[in-house]
C-alpha cells in the first residue's frame, strides 16, 4: 500500500524560495510527481522524478524548481526558488503505479493513483 504526505507549504513573498518535501511509503520504481491546483483551475503537473533519476518540468517552472529524491529516506522534494504570485496553489504529491517511462503522458493526473492531501503554498506580491 502507497501512501504519500506533504509538508514544507507557506507564506512568502515573490521571489523567495520554499522547499516541499513528500514522506511516501511502499514506493519503490514508480514515478512520482507533484502537481498544484488554484481555485477555479484545473490541476496541472509540475514535475516528475523516475526512478532513475530522470526528471521533467512544466514550462511555467523550469529553471525555478528542482525535483529530487532521497530514496534511502523515501522522501520527495519539490525546492521553489524565485516564486511567484502565480505560483500560489494547493501543491499535491503524487505516485504513479509503473516508472514514468511506462506513460506517454507522465505529467497527466489519470496517470497517478496516490495522492497526498497537498500543502499550501501562497505568494504575495
Known amino acids: 500500500q502507497v501512501e504519500v504526505k506533504e509538508s514544507g507549504g507557506g507564506s512568502v513573498q515573490a521571489g523567495g524560495s520554499l522547499r516541499l518535501s513528500c514522506a511516501s511509503s511502499?514506493?519503490?520504481?514508480?514515478?512520482m510527481a507533484w502537481f498544484r491546483q488554484s481555485p477555479g483551475k484545473e490541476r496541472e503537473g509540475v514535475a516528475i522524478i523516475d526512478s532513475d533519476l530522470g526528471t521533467n518540468y512544466a514550462d511555467s517552472v523550469k529553471g525555478r524548481f528542482t525535483i529530487s529524491k532521497d530514496n534511502a529516506k523515501n522522501t520527495l522534494f519539490l525546492q521553489m526558488t524565485s516564486l511567484k504570485p502565480e505560483d500560489t496553489a494547493m501543491y499535491y504529491c503524487a505516485v504513479a503505479r509503473r516508472p514514468c517511462d511506462f506513460y506517454t503522458r507522465a505529467m497527466s493526473e489519470t496517470v497517478y493513483n496516490y495522492w497526498g492531501q497537498g500543502t499550501q503554498v501562497t505568494v504575495s506580491s
Open positions: 511502499g514506493v519503490r520504481r514508480n514515478c
